[in-house]
């Protein structure tokens, strides 16, 4: 291992704090809103199923087309049977009445199936958006990132839900409006045959409503709607949080927090729902009182043709039909505003997500140019070229220019107090955390095996636990078996009724078995470099031995975060980190934990100045 053998840094004296952020606002009903429907919507319609979404969108379309046709037909004949009623003819009424149930005969099989498109129509874009945001999600580790990132809330939600939602609701929306704009051209005819004065009034009196809609209901219900579904998804992850850790809970006795604690989110829920019901009650009434004038208004107006006897009392039964068919037209915005709301603040709630899911690639440039980060170039070997690390969203120093190379076979302790940085160096050298300069060389990711404190154990069967990350594995069951035998687990198989049973192996296991598995996983794939944090916390002396030696036997690059003197001479370098930035390099051969070295802090490292090592640049690879 090459490295400046005693480095030390002063310590960082000025700590800049980030700079608050502003609290993003939830766009109206607007343009704003638009262009964020268009940002998420767009991908789809102009992707690799674009054919199948217009062409689905196509047959919409036409069974709307005759559904459309079929409602102008049955008010047709609705005003006839009133016409033929009032003028006592029973020929004329039987007609009708024959008329509408061959009309019914076919407009009843095509609304049912125009109902079974819509939904199978939103069920295939979810699938492909949910697909989409996925990939970008789970690529380059953006999961990991967003853990980190105070702008975003709950992103499982956001998947799980909002984009169920959204595909839904933009289907709906799509749609009414396409009907809407039929009825508008099909009933407007009907209505101006009859009077031009009705059709006036309906105009003011449509676009009156809609501004009063959007200008007293609007920003605030979607407010509203965009915080309690933040809420409802706070509460959810607060008994989401109890269950996973229930062992811990029980262990300490904590019920009381924990109830506190949900009781604390589940407040905020009831808090704002009782807000926004409050705004949904003057809008309910706004509403019922705008769609219902709608049976006072054609009869005030056309009550003088009808008395005098210039129209037929079935003629003004058809003004009143297509009337309330118009006004429901144009009256779009005023009936579904409360849905509208909610679809505005789930759309704003998408698009946040998109953003630092799929980020635009000169917006992410710009932030790359105003932020430094930690290069990370290919090299043979794992090395550290004046590397500098600060946390996610912070300016505090937790190492300072550090230099080293690693050579085929070399094994590094990284040792200090807690919170000095040692696993933040692991999450800079994965990849996690690049907040920082410097740069790190290193040979392709594949090579590289982290082996957490707490292993990671999915659902799945024991050989999956086995061969993770992987999905499948040349070996064969005896080598398998093989390999929990290597890692003292030798009846773990026949105890839980072989490699390919399933149970819940969080709760199965003790936390060492659960480490003995994860050395499995490294001796099923046989990585170059092996990264440890505290991965034998759990493990007795003799089973943390050899499991080391079997790793060192191999030939296996080692990284190890550790507190037990033991370890020690499984490794050829001791890499101490001081606080405040603050580090050290000692060949491992000597070094002892509670020695003198292991007493100095950051504040005198730089006096420390060991006589037989002396300071040289690190050689890189």
């Known amino acids: 291992m090459n490295t400046p053998t005693s480095a030390t840094t002063d310590a960082v004296t000025d700590q800049v704090p980030p700079a608050p952020k502003k609290r993003r606002r939830v766009p109206p009903l607007s343009l704003a809103a638009w262009k964020q429907f268009v940002r998420v919507a767009k ?106 990132n105070a702008e975003i809330d709950n992103p499982d939600q956001r998947i799980a839900e909002d984009i169920s939602t959204f595909t839904g609701r933009s289907i709906h929306f799509l ?79 904590g019920e009381e927090q924990e109830r506190a604690h949900i009781d604390s989110k589940f407040e905020k829920v009831i808090q704002n729902f009782a807000r926004l019901i409050k705004k949904q009650r003057s809008l309910n009434l706004f509403q019922r009182a705008f769609s219902r004038l709608d049976m006072v208004l054609p009869a005030v107006i ?61 917006v992410k440039a710009v932030e790359e140019n105003t932020h430094p980060r930690i290069q990370t170039r290919p090299g043979e070997h794992l090395a550290l070229e004046s590397l500098t690390l600060h946390p996610p969203q912070s300016e505090r120093v937790l190492i300072k220019e550090l230099t080293l190379a690693l050579k085929p076979g070399d094994a590094l302790l990284i040792t200090g107090d807690s919170g000095c940085g040692k696993s933040s160096l692991l999450r800079a050298i994965a990849g996690l955390w690049s907040t920082g300069s410097g740069v790190i060389h290193h040979p392709p990711m594949e090579d590289f095996f982290f082996l957490p404190q707490q292993p990671y154990l999915q659902s799945g069967t024991l050989r999956s636990q086995l061969i993770y990350p992987s999905q499948q594995s040349a070996l064969s069951d005896e080598q398998l078996m093989d390999i929990l035998k290597q890692v003292h687990l030798p009846l773990l198989a026949e105890r839980v009724g072989g490699l390919d049973a399933v149970h819940d192996w969080e709760k199965l296991l003790s936390v060492g078995e659960q480490q003995r ?105």
């Open 175 to 253: 749609l009414i409006f396409l009907g809407s704009l039929m009825s508008l051209v099909a009933f407007s005819t009907v209505l101006w045959s009859i009077s031009h004065l009705l059709v006036g009034v309906l105009a003011v009196y449509a676009l009156a409503g809609t501004v009063i809609a959007l200008w007293v209901f609007g920003n605030p219900l979607i407010h509203l709607n965009f915080w309690q579904l933040r809420r409802e998804a706070d509460f959810r992850f607060s008994l989401m949080r109890v269950r996973e850790n229930a062992e811990s809970i029980a262990f300490y006795r």
């Open 517 to 621: 598995l994860a050395f499995g996983r490294v001796l099923v794939h046989e990585p170059n470099i092996v990264i440890l944090d505290e991965a034998t916390s759990a493990l007795d002396s003799a089973n943390e031995a050899s499991l080391y030696a079997r790793l060192r036997a191999s030939g296996t690059t080692l990284i190890s975060v550790a507190h037990r003197a033991a370890v020690l001479r499984h490794h050829t370098h001791v890499l101490r980190l001081m606080g405040e930035g603050a580090w050290e390099v000692h060949e491992a051969t000597g070094y002892q934990f509670d020695g003198p070295v292991a007493a100095f802090r950051s504040g005198d490292a730089a006096n420390f100045q060991p006589a037989r090592l002396q300071r040289k640049v690190a050689a890189v690879a």
């Open 43 to 148: 991908p789809y319609w102009l992707g690799d199923e674009k054919k199948k979404a217009w062409g689905l969108l196509a047959l919409l379309i036409v069974l709307m087309l005759f559904e459309t046709k079929f409602a102008v037909m049955l008010n047709d004949q609705a005003g006839e049977m009133t016409s033929a009623l009032a003028a006592k003819s029973g020929e004329r009424f039987w007609a009708s009445v024959r008329a509408c149930l061959f009309v019914l005969a076919f407009a009843v099989p095509i609304y049912a199936f125009y109902y079974y498109m819509r939904d199978l129509f939103a069920n295939q874009w979810r699938r492909w958006l949910t697909s989409r945001f996925l990939d970008g999600y789970l690529t380059g580790r953006k999961y990991y990132e967003l853990g980190s």
């Open 302 to 362: 056309l009550a003088g043709g009808v008395l005098s006897g210039e129209l037929e009392v079935g003629r003004a039964v058809q003004a009143a039909g297509a009337f309330s068919a118009v006004l429901g037209a144009v009256g779009l915005i005023v009936d579904n505003f409360e849905s509208l709301s909610r679809f505005v603040a789930g759309i704003d709630r998408l698009q946040a997500l998109s953003n630092l899911v799929m980020p635009n690639a000169e």
